[in-house]
């Protein structure tokens, strides 16, 4: 089976051919410039050409959408929303025209609307799960939803079996020694991005990989993060200070993590691996 990965040089995406290559998948980079040091066979793409999407992706058995302009910031608004937006439409339109039956998107956790947002944004309920009311204020929150909602289309009309999964903050594993998000913090003020979650890069492909395998129909939406939060306080205690007026629909009892992802775990099988108190630990006892 060979795969298609858009925005296969960026950062999920080199861990994303390798993921599929060790489990044994042909993998084609489509990437926006040449890319010379790619390990597989390479495509060139700019996503919002509905021409080059199709040519690019010729010949393969499914897809993972990676490509995209990854925050509300450094371009235009009308240039994120558009990116992003006409990107998944001309992937998943070309991939339902070439007869692909799976494909997967990234989405983000940036579709509840409550990072980036200039209106401030608090969840409903606690941990957040796929039926959690989306209401994203900014150009890049609304990319994703959109996104979704074009995936739901795509599948309807071609018969596809499609995933779009709400990635949280992504780590790579160089970035647990140096780097400003990859630590337990105590100052959760100063870093409230994202409910304090975060997902392992290698957690990630993982899921994505995941998500094009396991047999399910239609659409679906999946909430991907790792188990915990990334500070060092209770999450009964952090949802008090900060979300006074979120239902809590399940008794926090440590660190557990503001995103629900039961449903990957379900349906997908998938659980985060990596996590940074794990991590923290394992590199403290590698030092002693
Ligand atoms: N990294 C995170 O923490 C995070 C969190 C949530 C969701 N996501 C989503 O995951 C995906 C991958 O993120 P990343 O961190 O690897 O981002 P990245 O910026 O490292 O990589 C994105 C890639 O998309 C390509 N791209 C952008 N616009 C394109 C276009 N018009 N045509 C062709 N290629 C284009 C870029 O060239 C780049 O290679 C994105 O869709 C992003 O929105 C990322």
């Known amino acids: 089976m060979k795969v298609a990965v858009t925005g296969a040089n960026g950062r999920v995406g080199r861990y994303m051919i390798q993921e599929l290559l060790d489990h044994g998948y042909e993998v084609r980079a489509v990437t926006m410039e040449p890319w010379e040091e790619s390990p597989v066979e390479q495509a060139q793409a700019d996503v919002k050409d509905a021409q080059q999407v199709f ?22 608004e009308s240039h994120i929303f558009q990116n992003n937006t006409m990107g998944v439409f001309h992937v998943l339109h070309a991939a339902g025209e070439l007869g692909m039956k799976r494909a997967a998107v990234a989405s983000s956790d940036c579709a509840f609307g409550i990072t980036f947002s200039f209106q401030e944004t608090k969840p409903v309920y606690l941990p957040m799960d796929e ?5 994203p204020d900014n150009c890049y929150g609304m990319s994703k ?8 289309g795509m599948a309807k009309r071609y018969g596809m079996t499609i995933a779009s999964l709400r990635i949280t903050h992504v780590l790579e594993p160089k970035d647990y020694s140096s780097g400003w998000l990859t630590k337990i913090i105590d100052n959760p003020e100063a870093e409230p991005w994202n409910v304090w979650s975060y997902l392992d890069v290698r957690d990630c492909v993982r899921a994505f990989r995941l998500s094009i395998e396991k047999p399910f129909s239609g659409h679906e939406v999946f909430c991907i993060a790792s188990s915990e939060q990334r ?6 205690e952090l ?6 007026d979120a239902e809590l629909r399940q008794p926090f009892t440590g660190r557990e993590s503001f995103l629900n992802c039961t449903k990957a775990k379900t349906m997908l099988g998938f659980e985060a691996q990596y996590l940074i108190s794990h991590t923290a630990s394992d ?5 002693e």
């Open 55 to 76: 040519q690019a992706l010729s010949g393969c058995d499914a897809v993972i959408h990676l490509a995209a302009i990854p925050s509300p910031h450094g371009y235009s």
């Open 131 to 135: 039926l959690h009311p989306v209401a």
């Open 145 to 152: 939803v959109v996104g979704e909602q074009i995936a739901e």
């Open 231 to 236: 500070t060092a306080i209770p999450s009964k």
């Open 239 to 244: 949802a008090s200070r900060f979300y006074p």
């Open 283 to 287: 590199t403290k006892e590698e030092q």
